[in-house]
């Protein structure tokens, strides 16, 4: 069982359409990761949240927008995909401290563009 | 920057033999290293750490140890199992706070009976 939730764990959707990933977590973890996984490779790093601020974009396309209502929780907010947006996509989270703590995944989001 | 290099996979085995995924990285400062799993269908799972030189990780039979000299991060185990059969990442972080992760490229483990 993992402490990351992810939904929904399949979609589907055109490339006109509007769509949300969510992501919860009750560790009281205070930093939140979105990660894009094309089959056979590692997972790309996306967006980081700090203390519900985003503190990190790795030069995402705007048709990918975060969200972090709170603490526990982090939407990525889809709209006019390409086919080649087609992924897996994760959501991590870790404690904030002096030394790199490990991060804990969700299961994630399996995503097909039409 | 940060990288990390893993042996190329896949690499199969018969149940019961004995396994290493050769790790070796390239980073500034004493960063923390890691070994992830993701078996099919699902995330990323922690298997095991280490955060300064000399120390050993181990989890679930599985074991690295942090080689500074040789910047190196093997994992090894002794017997593997058919449930063993998954995908793992060698990764690195070298910041505290909220951390950009290197991974490696993965190695992909199967595992006959």
């Known amino acids: 069982d993992t402490e990351v939730t992810q939904t929904p764990k399949h979609l589907v959707m055109g490339m006109t359409n509007k769509k949300s990933l969510k992501c919860e977590q009750h560790?009281?973890?205070?930093?939140m990761y979105w990660y894009k996984q094309k089959a056979k490779k590692p997972p790309e790093l996306m967006f980081v949240?700090?203390?519900?601020?985003?503190?990190i974009n790795e030069s995402v396309p705007s048709r990918f927008s975060p969200e972090c209502p709170n603490s526990s929780l982090l939407n990525l907010h889809l709209h006019a995909l390409q086919p080649e947006d087609s992924a897996l996509y994760l959501c991590?989270?870790?404690?904030?401290?002096?030394?790199?703590?490990?991060?804990?995944f969700g299961d994630g989001t399996r995503l097909s563009i039409l | 920057g940060d990288s990390v290099t893993q042996m190329e996979g896949p690499v199969t085995l018969s149940e019961e033999a004995f396994l290493t995924i050769n790790c070796t990285y390239t980073?500034?400062?004493?960063?923390?290293l890691f070994w992830y799993v993701q078996y099919p269908g699902e995330g990323l799972q922690l298997l095991l750490k280490?955060?300064?030189?000399?120390d050993k990780g181990s989890n679930k039979g599985f074991e690295a140890t942090y080689r500074k000299e040789t910047t190196s991060f093997h994992l090894e185990k002794g017997s593997v199992q058919v449930s063993d059969s998954a995908v793992y990442f060698c990764?690195?972080?070298?910041?505290?706070?909220?951390?950009?992760?290197?991974f490696g490229t993965g190695t992909k483990l199967q595992v006959i009976p």
């Open positions: 991590a989270s870790s404690q904030e401290g002096g030394l790199p703590e490990p991060q804990h």
């Open positions: 560790m009281g973890h205070r930093a």
């Open positions: 949240y700090s203390y519900e601020k985003l503190s």
């Open positions: 980073a500034t400062g004493y960063p923390s």
């Open positions: 280490a955060t300064k030189a000399d």
């Open positions: 990764a690195l972080s070298s910041s505290g706070g909220y951390q950009k992760v290197t």
